[in-house]
């Protein structure tokens, strides 16, 4: 993944910089719901939004609904990152459908998703 974000000159993300950018994606949240969903403290997010809002892929503006807290939004080149992740996750899904037959990753998709709802 982060291969291919670099190859579309998106070379300033880092590994760490996955974490907060991985579906369904900051948009909209608060840093504190994010920090609850990703498991990982809100100083260690507050961090990463940090250098992602340095480098120009995301802000954080004032909650609408409550004026003490901060939603994150986007940037339009934080947006522009989401199509390369969706074609990087397109051909890895391909790859692994290929390898193991249609039937089988599906089963191996739907085991994985199961997992990740669970708490």
Excluded at 30 to 49: D, G, M, W
Excluded at 73 to 81: Q, Y
């Amino acid at each position: 993944m982060l291969e291919r974000l670099h190859d579309h000159g998106f070379d300033d993300l880092e590994p760490a910089h996955l974490i907060v950018l991985q579906y369904p994606g900051p948009q909209g949240a608060r840093p504190s719901e994010l920090a609850a969903r990703l498991r990982i403290s809100k100083q260690a997010l507050n961090y990463l939004l940090g250098q992602l809002e340095g480098l120009g892929y995301l802000e954080r503006r004032p909650d609408p609904d409550d004026q003490r807290s901060k939603r994150i939004a986007l940037t339009p080149r934080g947006l522009a990152i989401i199509p390369v992740i969706r074609d990087a996750v397109a051909e890895v899904e391909a790859e692994w459908a290929g390898r193991l037959g249609r039937k089988r990753f599906d089963q191996l998709r739907t085991l994985l998703q199961d997992l990740n709802e669970l708490d």
